[in-house]
């Protein structure tokens, strides 16, 4: 059984950092595309980074900010962000992709239940 598990969200002040990480399990996913989306209230879900080998792609919104690493030994990819802005504030998702258009969620195979990030101004 496949399973996405985020953790390290929580609150921070504007400007703070945070590092998101994703154990995946049940799979192999060398050859996954990984990534993540964010869900704040009222919006739709958002593309934020994914990392397919070592071609990494960012949503506007985050370029400079927000870096995605990947483990593959350990099935483990990782959202470092910095300059943590109130806007950010969100639920993030893990999810993995096996093909497809990797900035829109319906190439995404696999999702995680996601870890709320939240920052205060």
């Known amino acids: 059984q496949v399973q996405l598990v985020e953790s390290g969200g929580g609150l921070v002040q504007a400007g703070g950092s945070l590092r998101l990480s994703c154990a995946a399990s049940?799979?192999?996913?060398?050859?996954?595309?990984m990534g993540w989306f964010r869900q704040a209230p009222g919006k739709e879900r958002e593309f934020v980074a994914t990392r397919r080998w070592s071609i990494t792609y960012y949503g506007d919104s985050v370029k400079g900010r927000f870096t995605i690493s990947r483990d593959t030994a350990k099935n483990t990819v990782y959202l470092q962000m910095n300059s943590l802005k109130p806007e950010d504030t969100a639920v993030y998702y893990c999810?993995?992709?096996?093909?497809?258009?990797?900035?829109?969620?319906?190439?995404?195979?696999?999702w995680g239940q996601g870890t709320q990030v939240t920052v205060s101004s």
């Open positions: 999810a993995a992709a096996r093909s497809g258009d990797l900035y829109t969620s319906r190439a995404y195979n696999y």
């Open positions: 049940g799979g192999t996913f060398s050859t996954y595309a």
